[in-house]
């Protein structure tokens, strides 16, 4: 069920280029978010999809509909804008009902369906405020509705929160993936908070200087990132600099201790020094023992984070942090003690190598 | 997109035809003072007329000092608006509006009813009048002066200036010498410039006051029986003109987009 | 609400505490003495002076005789000719300063043009009066160089065809040279206020330029051009000098009347020119009023 689908998109302006081979199929009802760092190419990617930028090379399909070059305000898709974009001079009920107007539909109809709207975002007593009278979230409420107000075949979100305070861009996050799911309609969102990226999405692409990093489930991306940039971009991360000693067993020596990281390490040659990636919440203390994959090492810092506690380690000359859950009856280790640390080999990600 | 860039072009090719043809015909009109050949005649004339130097520098007094008055009287009263007396702003910012509601015409039609007779004739003296001229262009200055050094102070948040030189034992008149006026150097001399290109070729309110001897009656009266003068000293006015424009938008690096003071 | 409010005392008490608190209150105040002395002196009184004088007769007793004098054919006349003549340049000036903002705003040219429009702006809308008036009577006089080539070039003869820099059309197309580029001072704000993202919504909601800029960008700029417009009637209104430097006076606008009044007394009646100078007043303060209306109506929509 290919409902969308961009093919070899490429963009440039003038000599820069902004997306480069850009290739997705994104199924109907699907919620994809396109994350990366600003300048990565995702809104570029986004406003080809709404049609105000034209792609350089590439097709854009739609619902069997090549629409590669169909004008914007004949796709029928719905955007959504970081600064909201409301029409200042008409009320709530006339913004949400401003496509409806445009296509010249009945006026009842009109009416009704803006009330739908209002009350599927919780805003019915609102159509006759304007716009300057509500608050951001209100105002990208209504924004997001009268988007859907055209029913259109896609919902495209141009980092809708990022103008929002803290508190309101978790309560409108959810709210979003509510409406998206009530109405199962196919969503672009553009990110760049990963956070937001991969609680709403059911994929998620990372971009990095106008490529596709890589597509997947937050799941994969997180937990199985195919390049160093997802890795680092995307959660938090301890890298360790690290000797390889056995190349086909992955051990690794990282001062003067060893691990064995997650398989036998390809394109790597006994001697050299890679990158090595470890989720904080992934590695734990150890009270002793022989098993594989324990270091030793003494506690730097102890910070206390609510929820969690943060614990920075220090090997030699690497510092690394890992996270365990508050608890009420937690015994936190003093400053300064020795303690052994333990993280599981399919933990390990390999970043980069350097070759001596 | 490339038929409306055609039609953009379209408006400024007019606008720059309303505003180039008058300065070139103006121009052409004054260097043909001498028959037959163009020269510079007329503005040798006029730079050795005598009377034309007098009321050049006479003006130029007047406006010297409206800005020197209207420095002195609008930088402390903003400052101390901003700090000690924020609800007279309103009413400081309407005082200062009202030279767009009176026509300087009007002003000076009850200036001279004020200050003609008792108690305070100040039309009687020389001195007098000299002083009510410069006191009608510094509320004629006043929306610009005002609007000029508000938005200074605005920039500067003078309140912690204030604090912070408190705090290091200053006193008022160090704050406002030492710190105040410095800070809004930019603000005060591109105000100041505006008032001079004001006050320069003012016309209205010297012609009932003080006559030939200010620089706008002084044209008004060239213009009246010489044609190719009066056209020399148009392009002169227009290049001061341009020249107290320009060293604004040097002063505020163009930041300031655009500067009006309006009809006479 | 009561958030509100403690904030507010919270501001106040720092702005108190900045100095000793005084004992004499009045001493603060003595800070704006000078300003609202001089402006006493020199806006208020005059102002009042004339307004009392509006309403007394030759014997300084009350009358309402002068404001019943304005309705003589030749004061209606000037301030007919006075409102036709800032009415026409305020609408001719308001929309070629707005095609020309349009044109450096959204109109796609570089950025240089506008650097230079709005330069030339700012020296044109300051460059009026007497000196203004010898350059159109350079230009478009008996002998001016665009009376000269339209005859030479097309044979037009615009004194035989009825025209006069002297007149009121000459007079209009003198003023314009200062309205339009206050227009385009005023409005270009406005314009660049428009949001890019304001077009892109309605576009991807299905208009069409056109809708776009009938429902959307026009509505929203409605206030703007009105209000500037406004300010561009009071500009033409008020001004005095070129008018007398290029028509000499023979044009009956209320402001020349004012000064024949002011020189000698044409009207034989003192409190009929006091009556001439409030009437002024008046329309000029409900413009300026209606101006400050219709600004704050576009700031609030242009800001958000």
Known sequence: ?356 | MRKSRLWSWFWIFIGTLYFVVPLLATFEFSLRARKGTLSFLAYERVFKDPAFWKSFGFSLELAVFTVIISVLLIVPTAYWIRLRLPQLRGAVEFITMLPFVIPAIVLVFGLIRVFSGPPLPLTDTYFGTTALLVAGYVVLALPYMYRSIDIGLAAIDVRTLTEAAQSLGAGWGTILFKIVFPNLRVAILSGSFLTLAIVMGEFTMASFLVGIKAFGPYMSLIGQNKTYESSSLAIISFILTWAFIGLIQLLTRGRAEGQMAGAR | MSNKADMKKASHNRGVSLTRPSKTPWLTWLGVAPFFAFTLFFIFLPSASLLVGSFQNNAGQFTLQNFIGLLTPSVVNAYWVSIRISVVTALLGGLLGFFLSYAVTLGGLPQWVRAALLTFSSVASNFAGVPLAFAFIATLGRTGMVTALLKAWFGLDLYAQGFSVYSFWGLSLTYLYFQFPLMVLVITPALDGLKREWREAAENLGASGQIYWLRVALPILTPSILGAMILLFGNSFGAYATALSLTGGFLNLITILIGSQIKGDVLLNPGLGYALAVGMVIIMAVTTALYYFLRRRSERWLRI
């Not at chain 1, 200042?88 to 109809?109: C, D, S, W, Y």
């Not at chain 1, 301890?238 to 001062?255: C, I, M, P």
């Open chain 1, 1 to 356: 069920m290919n409902f969308l689908t961009l093919t070899n998109i490429s963009k440039t302006f003038g000599n820069t280029v902004a997306v480069k081979d850009f290739n997705i199929v994104v199924e109907k009802g699907e919620f994809v978010s396109f994350l990366g760092p600003s300048g990565c190419g995702k809104t570029t990617t986004l406003r080809m999809i709404a049609g105000f930028e034209l792609p350089t090379t590439g097709q854009i399909v739609l619902d069997g509909e090549d629409i590669t070059f169909t004008p914007p305000n004949r796709r029928n898709v719905g955007m959504v804008f970081q600064s909201y974009a409301l029409f200042p001079n008409l009320t709530v009920a006339q913004n949400i009902g401003f496509g409806l107007r445009v296509r010249k539909m009945p006026v009842q109809e009109i009416d009704q369906r803006v009330k739908e709207m209002l009350s599927l975002i919780h805003l019915q007593q609102f159509g006759h405020r304007y716009p300057y009278q509500l608050s951001g979230g209100q105002q990208q409420r209504v924004a997001l509705a009268r988007a859907l107000a055209i029913r259109p075949r896609v919902l495209l979100l141009d980092e809708p929160l990022s103008a929002l305070d803290a508190k309101i861009r978790v309560e409108l996050r959810s709210e979003i993936r509510r409406i998206q799911q009530q109405l199962g309609i196919t969503t672009i969102y553009v990110t760049h908070d990963q956070e937001e990226a991969l609680s709403l999405s059911d994929r998620v692409v990372v971009m990095k200087d106008g490529l596709i990093e890589q597509i997947g489930t937050p799941f994969e991306i997180y937990n199985f990132p195919q390049t160093p940039f997802v890795a680092s971009f995307v959660g938090t991360l301890n890298v360790l600099r690290a000797k390889v000693l056995d190349a086909d067993k992955g051990l690794l020596s990282l001062e003067g201790q060893t691990f064995y990281s997650s398989e036998p390490l390809k394109q790597v040659r006994n001697g050299d020094v890679v990158s090595v990636a470890v989720r904080p919440e992934i590695i734990t203390l150890v009270g002793g023992g022989a098993e594989l994959n324990q270091l030793n090492c003494r506690v730097e810092t102890v910070t206390f984070l609510g929820s969690i506690v943060r614990i920075q380690v220090r090997i030699a000359e690497t510092m690394l942090f890992f996270d365990t859950f508050n608890n009420p009856h937690l015994v936190l280790p003093q400053v300064g003690a020795p303690v052994t640390i333990y993280f599981p080999r399919e933990a390990c990600l390999i970043l980069e190598l350097t070759r001596e």
